[in-house]
């Protein structure tokens, strides 16, 4: 039995796996590209301050930040391939640009989802 020690990946399994999840697989990208263009651009004091005010927003209107948040993710995966490239990419100019931006839906997110989790 000839047993070949596979070592790594190859870009085939890279591609499926990125086709699979390819929302997870963008969302990380989003987020590991704003955390290392936040400290290139020195943005920060204001990016956590944009998120503290975000969490706190998400906290006190919990049922319109749901449905602000569910319309804003859902509307991309419902687009054509194309229009989703797109919107992928003025998302990552963005993320890459303007860090405090992609902060404050972070912030919104996590008080929404923490008022969720109390109440529950």
Known sequence: MDEQKKEGLTVKEIGEFSKKYRVEVFLCLLLLLTCIFNFIFMWGCLSVITATIGA?????????????LKTILKFPLEQQMPTQVIIAAATLIVGIFLPPVIFLFLGLYAGEAMYKKAMS
């Open 56 to 68: 706190i927003s998400g906290l006190l209107f919990s049922s319109k930040i749901d449905s602000f």
